[in-house]
């Protein structure tokens, strides 16, 4: 069987995140780190071999000191049932293989180790995503890819099941941020290493007539009474833990020993009332 073609040109990848080093604003890996540390202080457990996987080393270490380092590639550095704790930072959205990437966490995990990860969701760059559509429509006719396709938390959830995690959660936070114009914004997501890494971009430089189409749809949709254009981020988080035999599990159906009308207090009725007759 042929396998799916890739999502993303890694080497693309790699080339806008070194660029983005030099002068980088990583505000919103900030503010992942800060979630994290905050959803760690919630559990009940003492961390002493965790590992984080991120495109940006430099940022991450600083946050979590103790923690190894792992570049975000393909195959990652690790060694299975090593770490009590894995956190992928904002890098899961750009892999080819997600849920290899889960599973290559969970096989680095101890038994009842912690999977976190962080990544952009679906809402993230709506406003763009509609702008540049709009705009290479209307002047060319035709469309292509420009903004990274993201997963949406329900989909992004039942891959931690597929990827054998117990307990899986997930959940999202948005945030918006402002900008004076689009131009703005787009050397934030330079700066960011988050710009288009699509293998199936074109490779020819867009004219400058699309992103000023682009600008001037985005700011007649979205702009505020100050002018400003707003930006949507969705961070979804994602926690998961490693299958043991401490954890605890359901009880098969039908092995309840006590009615749930007993335990409630009230009288069980049929589902037909008198005279009424079901179906055959």
Not at 8 to 15: N, S, Y
Not at 163 to 188: F, I, K, N, Q, W
Request: hydrophobic residues 40%; contains cysteine.
């Amino acid at each position: 069987m042929q396998s799916p073609p890739d999502l993303t040109d890694r080497a693309a990848l790699i080339r806008h995140r070194a660029r983005a080093r030099r002068a980088p604003a990583l505000f919103l890996h900030g503010l992942a780190a800060d979630e994290i540390q905050e959803r760690l202080t919630e559990v009940n457990r003492s961390f002493t071999a965790p590992a984080i996987v991120t495109g940006f080393p430099e940022m991450w270490r600083q946050c979590f000191p103790r923690a190894r380092v792992v570049e975000d590639c393909e195959t990652l550095e690790l060694e299975p049932g090593t770490h009590d704790l894995v956190i992928h930072a904002l890098c899961l959205h750009w892999a080819n293989d997600p849920v290899g990437q889960l599973v290559q966490c969970r096989r680095a995990l101890r038994p009842d180790g912690l999977f976190l990860a962080v990544l952009f969701g679906g809402r993230s760059l709506h406003e763009l995503r509609s702008a540049l559509a709009e705009a290479e429509v209307a002047l060319t006719g035709g469309l292509s890819p420009r903004v990274l396709p993201m997963g949406e938390i329900r989909d992004l959830g039942a891959l931690l099941q597929r990827a054998g995690y117990a307990l899986p959660v997930a959940d999202s936070a948005r945030h918006t941020v402002s900008y004076e114009t689009p131009v703005h914004l787009m050397r934030d997501l330079r700066a960011m290493g988050e710009t288009n890494a699509l293998a199936a971009r074109h490779r020819c430089i867009p004219s400058r007539a699309l992103f000023a189409e682009a600008a001037r749809r985005y700011a007649q949709a979205h702009a505020g009474p100050d002018g400003r254009i707003p930006a949507t981020a969705e961070m979804i988080y994602l926690a998961g833990w490693a299958p043991a035999d401490t954890q605890p599990r359901p009880l098969p159906p039908g092995s309840a020993s006590t009615r749930l009308a007993d335990a409630l207090g009230t009288i069980e009725r049929g589902v037909f009332g008198p005279g009424d007759r079901g179906s055959d």
